[in-house]
């Protein structure tokens, strides 16, 4: 039996794409080959990669001016990238959680940075909000959706800069106007594919302007050239990817796929306002359509009860993350309607049986 698995990345994939994907392995486009054994030079796969990146274009609806990139290292050697590319005497950014604060660890070995709001003193509860970005910045970097605590921004500021942002957790999630951003990042393995490959949406009429010899692949402008083949890509994670990409415009698209997103996350929160044994954990104005962060009440009353029934359920990956305790169920685009009714169906079934 496939389990739902709430993990909040690597995380769960549509079964068809899973399906494809092992097919792909085993014998590619009928080619009597493996994928994985194939040159990335050669045509069926240079068609893979154009096709991948075309549909990302197609889906965020973006503009000429923004390039679709694959790349490795994940969203992790995007802390390092943004700001290599990007800063050339001064950025702002926004501490929303453990991986906007690695971010702006990374950034600082490279420039100047100003830290404009933290919710760190809330333990990371809210988006902070009400800040002012300096007029002189390269740009404001923001984390979109923070994994660890439940939180997601709703409303993206209106600037003068640039914003940067790491959208690793929601990325393809809900609908925008993508081409305000200068730069989007993404580690795959969450709403994209496997991991193994980041996905980077790069406003290219902001590049060249900070004076830095970069190493070759940590500059943006050599992956541009190269059309995403600057070198072997992840072969596997990007036709995967590819995959993925097409089961989501069945959805209907980013769209479609928000309201599906929309409609899991009011079912899970209305059932922890609901029910006397449960809590949320962050403000509700900035909950998470994915990451949804809750804890019991009495841990020492039920929490071994709990745990054993949505094992026992078919639940997999509802622990929450070490430095926050409770649970986290990972509602990414791939999770299924069903997969959240049987966790609120174990929710429920636990607050009868107390
Ligand atoms: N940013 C966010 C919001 C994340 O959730 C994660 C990983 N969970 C990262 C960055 C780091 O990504 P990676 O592991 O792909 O380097």
């Known amino acids: 039996?496939?389990?739902?698995?709430?993990?909040?990345?690597?995380?769960?994939?549509?079964?068809?794409?899973?399906?494809?994907?092992?097919?792909?392995?085993?014998?590619?486009?009928?080619?009597?080959?493996?994928?994985?054994?194939?040159?990335?030079?050669?045509?069926?796969?240079?068609?893979?990669?154009?096709?991948?990146?075309?549909l990302v274009?197609?889906?965020?609806?973006?503009?000429?001016?923004?390039?679709v990139l694959f790349l490795q290292g994940g969203a992790t050697l995007q802390f390092a990238m943004a700001p290599l590319n990007l800063l050339k005497t001064k950025a702002a950014y926004v501490d929303s959680g453990n991986f906007a604060s690695a971010s702006i660890k990374e950034a600082k070995k490279?420039?100047?940075i100003d830290v404009v709001a933290s919710s760190k003193?809330?333990?990371?509860?809210?988006?902070?909000?009400?800040?002012?970005?300096?007029?002189?910045?390269?740009?404001?970097?923001l984390t979109a959706n923070n994994t660890v605590y439940g939180t997601e921004i709703k409303t993206f500021p209106e600037l003068h800069v640039p914003i940067v942002c790491d959208m690793s957790s929601d990325m393809l999630s809900r609908d925008m106007d993508f081409n305000k951003f200068g730069l989007i990042y993404a580690g795959a393995q969450k709403n994209i594919g496997p991991a193994g490959t980041t996905l980077v949406v790069v406003d290219k009429t902001l590049l060249g302007k900070t004076g830095r010899n970069l190493p070759s692949y940590l500059d943006y402008q050599v992956h541009i050239d190269k059309d995403s083949m600057a070198n072997?890509?992840?072969?596997?994670?990007v036709y995967a990817t590819l995959m993925n990409l097409k089961w989501l415009e069945k959805q209907g698209g980013v769209a479609g796929i928000e309201k599906q997103n929309k409609a899991k996350a009011e079912l899970l929160y209305g059932e922890i306002d609901r029910n006397p044994l449960f809590r949320g954990v962050c403000v509700e104005e900035d909950r998470s359509l994915m990451n949804v962060c809750f804890f019991l009440n009495d841990d020492e009353k039920y929490k071994t009860k709990f745990d054993q029934m949505w094992k026992e359920a078919g639940i997999v990956g509802i622990g929450g993350y070490r430095t926050v305790g409770g649970y986290r169920a990972s509602i990414y685009n791939a999770m299924p309607i069903?997969?959240?009714?049987?966790?609120?169906?174990?929710?429920?079934e636990l607050e009868r049986t107390a």
């Open 1 to 54: 039996m496939r389990k739902y698995n709430f993990s909040a990345g690597p995380s769960t994939l549509p079964s068809e794409v899973l399906q494809q994907s092992a097919e792909a392995i085993l014998n590619f486009n009928n080619s009597g080959l493996s994928l994985i054994e194939i040159s990335h030079r050669s045509k069926d796969f240079i068609a893979v990669m154009d096709e991948a990146r075309t």
């Open 57 to 67: 274009k197609k889906l965020m609806k973006l503009n000429d001016t923004h390039e």
């Open 110 to 112: 490279i420039g100047n």
């Open 121 to 141: 003193e809330d333990n990371y509860t809210h988006i902070p909000k009400n800040y002012t970005v300096p007029t002189d910045v390269d740009y404001l970097h």
């Open 232 to 237: 072997t890509p992840p072969v596997f994670a």
């Open 338 to 348: 069903e997969g959240v009714q049987l966790l609120v169906e174990v929710m429920k």
